[in-house]
């Protein structure tokens, strides 16, 4: 079965950092790209970053450019999203997911991300 377990997400002040973890379990990790998801206060859940299988960054969404960086830990079936410069705008649920995976898998629980003051 295949698994999404997210974590590291918390409350952060406006500029300051974070970073999450994603371990994946249920299929052959280093063949598949993964990407990192956002839920933001209604809206719906958006990619806004991706790597590939040979650490290839992609899918970068403009909200975060310059500001997220995401890699992967193939022993350890990892993959991290290092949040930078953080602004209210981030707060929502992050999840991970395998985008080219088939058939689709379902979502982990996501981790909470709030940036207040």
């Known amino acids: 079965q295949v698994r999404f377990a997210e974590s590291g997400g918390g409350l952060v002040q406006p500029g300051g950092s974070l970073t999450l973890s994603c371990v994946a379990s249920?299929?052959?990790?280093?063949?598949?790209?993964m990407a990192w998801y956002r839920q933001t206060p209604g809206k719906e859940r958006e990619k806004i970053i991706g790597?590939?299988?040979?650490?290839?960054?992609?899918g970068l969404a403009d909200s975060v450019k310059g500001r997220f960086l995401i890699s992967r830990d193939d022993n350890k079936n990892t993959v991290y999203l290092q949040m930078n410069n953080l602004t209210p705008e981030d707060t929502g649920i992050y999840y991970c997911?395998?985008?080219?995976?088939?058939?689709?898998?379902?979502w982990g629980q996501g981790t909470q991300v709030t940036v207040s003051a």
């Open positions: 997911n395998a985008p080219t995976l088939l058939p689709r898998p379902g």
């Open positions: 249920g299929f052959l990790f280093t063949s598949k790209a």
């Open positions: 790597i590939d299988n040979i650490s290839h960054t992609f």
